[in-house]
């Protein structure tokens, strides 16, 4: 069964710099495109970034572009964020997730398989 698991979260000020973790266990980690995606309070989870099972293609939402990166140790079966110039506006529960699929990196929550259990995000302002 494959597994999930993120870390890295935490609480931190405006401006600051975080980078989650999400180990895979289970499966092969390089057949799959990963992804991150996060829920606030009161809203619906929205995609961050994604990553091609090769890393060679990732995507990212307009509102994290150019402050984080999506990276990829398929070495260690790891995915990673590096969060820069953190916002209030971030602050969520952080989701790694996996696909199946090949081909461009999916956007929706529905085009990921697997997930992990979130880790806690929070940027004071």
């Known amino acids: 069964q494959v597994q999930l698991v993120e870390s890295g979260g935490g609480l931190v000020q405006a401006g600051a710099s975080l980078r989650l973790s999400c180990e895979v266990s289970?499966?092969?980690?390089?057949?799959?495109?990963m992804g991150w995606f996060r829920q606030a309070p009161g809203k619906e989870r929205e995609f961050v970034a994604a990553?091609?099972?090769?890393?060679?293609?990732?995507v990212y939402a307009d509102s994290v572009k150019d402050r984080f990166t999506i990276s990829r140790e398929n070495a260690v079966n790891t995915v990673h964020l590096q969060m820069r110039s953190l916002k209030s506006e971030d602050t969520a529960i952080y989701y790694c997730a996996a696909d199946r699929s090949i081909g461009v990196p999916g956007l929706r929550p529905d085009q990921f398989d697997y997930w992990g259990q979130g880790t806690q995000v929070t940027v004071s302002s």
């Open positions: 990553l091609s099972r090769s890393g060679g293609r990732s």
């Open positions: 289970g499966s092969t980690f390089s057949l799959y495109t």
